[in-house]
């Protein structure tokens, strides 16, 4: 198959740990590379963000990146994207119109906008995965939410035009039959996780000392690192690591690590709260594999990668119970479940842990081979090319309907 697909802010490219960098990167990266792998021949269409990008770059990997001139070539938040969309959307227009693709694959919604507009008056199916949904992202931050104010109007109205919805989680199906999607019309395929990378090994630096817990990701507001730190009031003697966000040279002139700076200073907790700034992708896996346990408590999640690479790196884990925490940590079985916005809660879930060793050796286990099981990179692509080739038969079957009612019965 000729697949492309499109994601306007996050390229498959790009370095992680930035504002607009995290899991949909990855997942766009895998699957274009596991597709690859199946002897597809796959594009991926990304915002140009710098001058010196070329129009396209074939990756070692085996699929493309194609650098769209969508605005300005430099890098932009993504929610200051949409006035954009349309210039993205004819370029894929001009580009489709001499040569189709068999199917596209847009992430995020205003990927799913231009698809759906450059396929326009094609026979291609427009497959769409968002990733979060303006309408969660708008009940749980407020005023706080940055997207523009008719993300909510657009993503619905892409979510129906689109043949069929791959949601990251069991939550988002019910978000979108709330938006008009019925469930036929919607799969569910996670995200994965590279197991040959993340999996259970002895670290290279033994551990010793105080008990370590760590916290990574993006240091974003709704990632609830906050809450952790708040936590750790009640966690005494441990340490708190926190791992993201710029590097260290960056710091003073950050928003986000001067607020949780204040507010482990205001927790009494700043002698034992490490910020470790941005951590390489590849030194993940030892960082995870050198705590006690790892916390990730955002205060919505759409799916979370990191609970995922800590499992399979045989470390328990404390999760928020939220978006797609409740599909991949089984509550007592691979880790602790917490209310989102509650360091208490949260403290008494890392004490457990902290306090009872075998506990954690029987949830590391668990969440390892929970991982391994479900969430391996192969597999996933293996169920992506099922839907993909589920969705152009279904499409098939309408057009030949379509041509044989506007024809006569043969």
């Known amino acids: ?5 499109v994601s306007e802010h996050a390229s498959p490219l790009a370095a992680l740990g930035g504002a607009d960098a995290g899991g949909q990167n990855v ?7 596991g597709l690859a792998r199946r002897g597809h021949d796959v594009v991926v269409h990304t915002r140009r963000d710098s001058s010196a990008q070329p129009e396209r770059v074939r990756t ?40 189709p693709p068999d199917l596209v694959h847009a992430h995020f919604w205003m990927s799913g906008l231009a698809a759906q507009r450059g396929a326009a008056g ?21 005023a706080k939410d940055t997207s523009p104010p008719q993300r909510t109007e657009l993503e619905a109205q892409v979510a129906r035009g689109a043949d069929r919805v791959i949601a990251t989680c069991t939550d988002e199906v019910g978000e979108l039959a709330e938006m008009g999607v019925p469930p036929e019309r919607t799969a569910i395929l996670p995200c994965g996780i590279d197991l040959d990378r993340f999996c259970p090994a002895a670290p290279r630096r033994p551990k010793r000392g105080p008990a370590r817990v760590l916290s990574i990701g993006r240091l974003v507001e709704r990632k609830g690192v906050d809450v952790m ?5 009640e966690v005494p003697g441990a340490r708190l690591l926190i791992a993201g966000g710029p590097p260290a040279a960056e710091w003073a002139d950050d928003p986000e690590v001067n607020r949780l ?36 408590v955002p205060w919505y999640e759409p799916f979370g990668t990191v609970p995922l690479e800590a499992m ?3 470390v328990p884990v404390v999760v928020s119970a939220v ?26 879930a890392v004490r457990e842990l902290l306090d009872r060793p075998s506990l954690r050796a029987e949830l590391g286990t668990a969440g390892a081979q929970r991982v391994r099981a479900r969430y391996g990179w192969d597999r996933l692509v293996s169920e992506a090319e099922d839907i993909y080739h589920q969705v152009r038969s279904a499409r098939s079957r309408r057009t030949a309907v379509t041509a044989a009612a506007g024809g006569g019965a043969p």
């Open 312 to 314: 399979a790196c045989g």
């Open 27 to 33: 997942q766009v990266a895998e699957l274009a590379t």
């Open 229 to 233: 730190i708040r936590a750790m009031r």
């Open 122 to 142: 094609l026979d291609v199916p427009v497959l769409q995965t968002f990733h979060a949904l303006g309408r969660v992202k708008r009940r749980e931050q407020g």
């Open 1 to 5: 198959m000729r697949i492309e697909m």
């Open 323 to 348: 978006g797609g925490h409740l599909d991949t940590v089984a509550d007592r079985r691979t880790g602790l479940h917490v209310p989102p916005h509650d360091p208490a809660a949260t403290a008494r």
């Open 60 to 99: 070692d990997e085996g699929f493309t990146v194609r650098h769209v001139a969508a605005g300005p070539p430099e890098p932009m938040p993504k929610d200051e994207l949409l006035p954009h969309m349309d210039a993205f959307a004819a370029q894929l227009a001009e580009t489709w119109a001499s040569a």
């Open 261 to 296: 700076q204040a507010v482990a200073r205001q927790a009494g907790v700043a002698d034992r709260t490490e910020f470790l700034g941005q951590v390489p992708h590849d030194d993940a896996p030892d960082l995870h594999r050198s705590v006690d346990v790892v916390a990730s």
